[in-house]
C-alpha cells in the first residue's frame, strides 16, 4: 500500500502526519535551542563560582604567608605569598570580565574590588616594614585590625556573589527542568496524538480489509458460479456438437444407403434396359433405317449410365466410405492414403496398427485425416507424407506428418474452420487433438482418442 493509497483512502491522514511531524521537530529543536543555552549558562556560573572560591583562597593564602613572614621573617614564606597573591588577582580579573556586562553584578563588584585591593595593600605594605626592618611598625598594621576589616568586608562581598550566583543557577536549573517538562509533555501528547492516529487508520484499514474480503467472497462466488455454468454450458455444447456430428454422419449413412440402393438400381436397370434394347437390334436380320445412328445413341446413353454409377459410387463413398463397416479402420485409412498418394504424386510412409475404437470414434478419425489430407493437398505443397496409428495403454494415437510448407500455429486466423472442426470433433469424443507447425519446417496434426475397452 503507496503513499497514494493511503491519501486517498484517508485524506487527513497524511496532512496530520505532516503537521504532527513539523510540530515534534520544532519542539525537539526549540527545547534543545534552549536545554543548550541552559547548559551553557550553568557551566559558566560554575566557572564564576568556582573563580570566586579560588580569588578568595588565594587571598587567603596570601594573608597566612605574608603572618608567616612578618612573625619568622622566613624568605621561604614570601613565594607562597606570591602564588597565592597571582592566583587571587587572576581570578579578580576573571570576574572582571565575566560581570563587566551584567548591571546587577557591577556595584557588587565595584565594591568587592576595592576591599580587594585595600587588602592586597595592607599585606604589601606589611611585608615592605619587614623587608626594611620595621617589624613593630608591621606589628602594629596587622594588631591595629584593618587588614581584618578589609579581609572581613572582602569575605562578605564574596559571599554576596556566591549566593546570587546560587540564585542564578537555581534559576537556570528551574528553566532547564521546565523545558525538559514542556518537551516531556509535548511528546507524550504528540505520541498519544500518534498512537491515536495510527489507532484510527487501522481501525479504518481492517474495515475496508474487511470489504475487500467480503467482496473478494463475493467475487469468488461469482466466479465460481460462472465457471459452473461455463462448465455446463461447455458439457452441453459438447453433447450438442457430438450429437450433431453423429446425426449428421447418421444422416449421411442414410443417404448413401439410399443413394446405393435406389439411385444405382434405377442406374443398373436402365442400363440393363440399354443392353436389351442394343441386343435386339443387333439381332435384326435386315437393319431397319436409323438402327444405326439408334446403336449409337444406345452406346453414348451406356457410356453415360457408366459414368452416373462411377460418380453415384464416389458421392456414395464420400458421405460414408463403404470399407469402414465392411473392411474397417486400418484398410479404410490405407485406401484413403493410397488414392491421395496416387492423386498427388506424394511419397507416403505408414505405420499403422490395429486399434480398438468405437464405431463413432472411427469415423472421426476418417473424417479429421480425410480432413488434413485435403489441407496438405491445398495448401502444404508436400512431397513426403507419415501418417502413424499405434495403441498404447488405454489410448490411441493417430498422427499425420508432413514436409510442407507449414505455417505459425499460434497466429492461426479465427476463420481456420478445417482445424477448429477437427479439435471440435475430437474433444467430443473424449480426445485431445494437438498441432504442430512452423513456417518451412512442415506441419503434425496429432490425436490422442480412448480406446473402446478404456474409459474416456
Known sequence: MNLFTVARRSPLVVPLACVATVAVIFLSESSYQRATASLAELAMMTKIRMTTRLVLMGLLDAETNQRSYLLTENKAYLAPYARGLAASQDGMRELDLSYERDPAYKALLAETRQHFDAKLALLSQGIRLTDAGQREQARELVQSGADKEEMDAFRDHVSALLKLETARTAEEQAALASTLLINRIGLAALCAACLLALFLYVRKSLILEQQLQDSSRSLQDDRDQLQDEAGISKLMLTELTQHLLSAREDERGRLARN?????????????????????????APVPAPGVTEALERLAHLVSTLNASIALGRTIIEDLRPSTLSNLGLLPTLEILVRDFAEAQG????????????????????????????????????????????KQAQGWVTVSVRDDGLGFDADATPRSAYGLLGMRVRVEAEGGRLTVCSQQGQGTLIQLLLPAQDSPA
Do not use: F
Not at 436397370?269 to 443387333?282: E, T, Y
Not at 478419425?365 to 508436400?382: D, F, G, P
Open 346 to 389: 506424394v511419397q507416403v510412409h505408414c505405420d499403422l496398427h490395429p486399434v480398438a475404437l468405437a464405431s463413432g470414434t472411427e469415423i472421426v478419425v476418417y473424417r479429421v485425416l480425410q480432413e488434413a489430407i485435403t489441407n496438405i493437398s491445398k495448401y502444404a505443397q508436400a512431397s513426403q507424407l507419415w501418417v502413424e496409428m
Open 259 to 283: 443413394l446405393h440402393d435406389e439411385l444405382g438400381a434405377l442406374l443398373t436397370s436402365a442400363k440393363l434396359d440399354a443392353a436389351r434394347i442394343k441386343s435386339r437390334l443387333n439381332q
